[in-house]
């Protein structure tokens, strides 16, 4: 055996070693009862249980019926009501038509195909090698990814959301503009993730005149407001009476620039106000110069971008949020293999990054608060600015990627 392990090239041992990971890592999955145990889905519940209600003709916000659902089920009450949108838990109301432990295992199953589907996307839009040697390595580093563990354990829709930029990213490298908007509009239902990220790329968008992708956006912001008033017509002002609340009581204790702050500023609150706001400020005004950039042309690039901004400046995004780094982690993944680096330092740095966002638990036992996972998003943008510092056409995706050999002819395209 020993013997077998060592004539094997560096392709194949990082070849063979993906696939163990990758074997033992659905073994855990499918095996392990947790994984499909809606009762450590502590998010999971908050969805289908609003679904469930509207099935029964109640309204999610309402205290009362929230909590005697909480009861029939034996579960101590994580939130006095729903914390989402109401137009989430219309969409998801084929879950609520489900038993509990039926709906849970659905989700499961629909999230690891949403991050799997995602997955393909991106590297078919970045036309990554498809080769097994390095196809499997990355996609190894996908779902040893902590977030992407975090989002499973505890049923979250960040596997969705990624899945929503991802398509919409696919949609306008194929001139369809406004359905791509239509579509990433959708990432507003986990609101704290979504208002910002469409604040951001709504800037992009005017500065670059892409009115279509706008009209789109506009179009599924109004049609989920009206869906929800269907069943509620005061569903907003309940949902943000109670979102305000939540967010203030928990914007210092999260994994973003605001936690950072807490942790630079305890015990005093009015510093980690200032410190917050000004390191936000200072990444806010670092994304918006990019975007004056004649170069920063590629929506794929602005999106990475943007998804690393926003994971960082959010009052209240937890560490299964990062998921979304999925996409400028591949991005960066194929820029070394662009610039023909190294095979075992391309196919190791998503492998790297998942060590270096599992070595943030220990920080988190140190200090008592998982706020220096912050420090992920921060590298990866960090990372990507490098890699646009030295050539932007090497985050480019489509045809443009094609051309990286040709200087002139990406050259002409960005003076385009």
Same mark, same amino acid.
């Given at each position: 055996m020993a013997n077998w392990l060592r004539r094997l090239t560096p392709k194949q041992a990082i070849l063979f070693l993906s696939l163990a990971i990758l074997g033992v890592a659905l073994s855990i999955l499918l095996g392990r009862p947790k994984a499909f145990n809606y009762l450590d889905g502590w998010d999971f519940l908050t969805f289908w249980e609003g679904s469930y209600l509207l099935t029964t003709g109640e309204s999610p916000y309402d205290s009362t019926a929230w909590l005697d659902v909480h009861t029939r089920y034996g579960f101590p009450p994580q939130n006095q009501s729903y914390a989402y949108p109401l137009p989430l838990a219309v969409i998801l109301l084929p879950l609520g038509l489900l038993p509990l432990e039926v709906a849970a295992m659905v989700w499961v199953a629909l999230t690891y195909l949403a991050i799997l589907f995602a997955f393909k996307l991106i590297i078919g839009m970045l036309r990554f090698s498809p080769s097994p040697a390095y196809v499997l390595p990355a996609l190894a580093g996908v779902f040893l990814f902590?977030?992407?563990?975090?989002?499973?354990?505890?049923?979250?829709?960040?596997? /969705?959301?990624?899945?929503?930029?991802?398509?919409?990213?696919?949609?306008?490298?194929? &001139? &369809?503009?406004?359905?791509?908007?239509?579509?990433?509009?959708?990432? =507003?239902?986990?609101?704290?993730?979504?208002?910002?990220? !469409?604040?951001?790329?709504? =800037?992009?968008?005017?500065?670059?005149?892409?009115?279509?992708?706008?009209? $789109?956006? $506009?179009?599924?912001? !109004?049609?989920?407001?009206?869906?929800? =008033?269907? /069943?509620?017509?005061?569903?907003?002002?309940?949902? !943000?009476?109670? $979102?305000?609340? &939540?967010?203030?009581?928990?914007?210092?204790?999260?994994p973003t620039l605001w936690g950072l702050s807490a942790l630079a500023c305890k015990p005093s609150l009015s510093c980690v106000y200032w410190l917050g706001a000004i390191l936000s400020g200072v990444a806010v005004l670092m994304l918006f110069w990019v975007f004056l950039r004649k170069s920063a042309q590629d929506s794929?690039?602005?999106? $990475?971008?943007?998804?690393?901004?926003?994971? !960082?400046?959010?009052?209240?995004?937890?560490?299964?949020?990062?998921?979304?780094?999925?996409?400028?982690?591949?991005?960066?993944? =194929?820029? /070394?293999?662009?610039?023909?680096?190294?095979?075992?330092?391309?196919?190791?740095f998503p492998l790297l990054l998942d060590l270096f966002s599992f070595g943030m638990v220990g920080f988190a036992t140190i200090i008592g608060a998982d706020l220096l996972s912050a420090l992920v998003p921060l590298v990866v943008g960090g990372l990507l600015l490098l890699v646009y510092r030295k050539d932007p056409a090497l985050l480019r995706s489509g045809a443009a990627a094609q051309q990286l050999d040709e200087s002139a002819g990406w050259m002409r395209r960005l003076a385009g």
């Open positions: 902590r977030p992407v563990a975090v989002t499973f354990y505890i049923n979250q829709i960040d596997g /969705f959301t990624l899945l929503w930029l991802t398509s919409s990213l696919f949609l306008w490298e194929r &001139k &369809k503009l406004f359905w791509g908007g239509v579509l990433i509009a959708f990432t =507003v239902l986990k609101p704290q993730q979504g208002i910002p990220l !469409l604040a951001f790329l709504g =800037v992009w968008q005017v500065l670059r005149s892409q009115w279509k992708i706008l009209l $789109g956006e $506009g179009f599924t912001l !109004l049609s989920l407001y009206g869906l929800g =008033v269907l /069943f509620d017509p005061a569903w907003l002002q309940r949902w !943000l009476s109670f $979102g305000v609340n &939540k967010v203030s009581l928990n914007f210092y204790s999260t794929f690039f602005i999106m $990475g971008l943007v998804i690393c901004i926003t994971l !960082l400046i959010s009052p209240y995004l937890w560490t299964y949020s990062q998921l979304l780094l999925i996409l400028p982690i591949l991005m960066i993944t =194929v820029a /070394f293999y662009r610039m023909q680096w190294p095979y075992l330092l391309t196919t190791s």
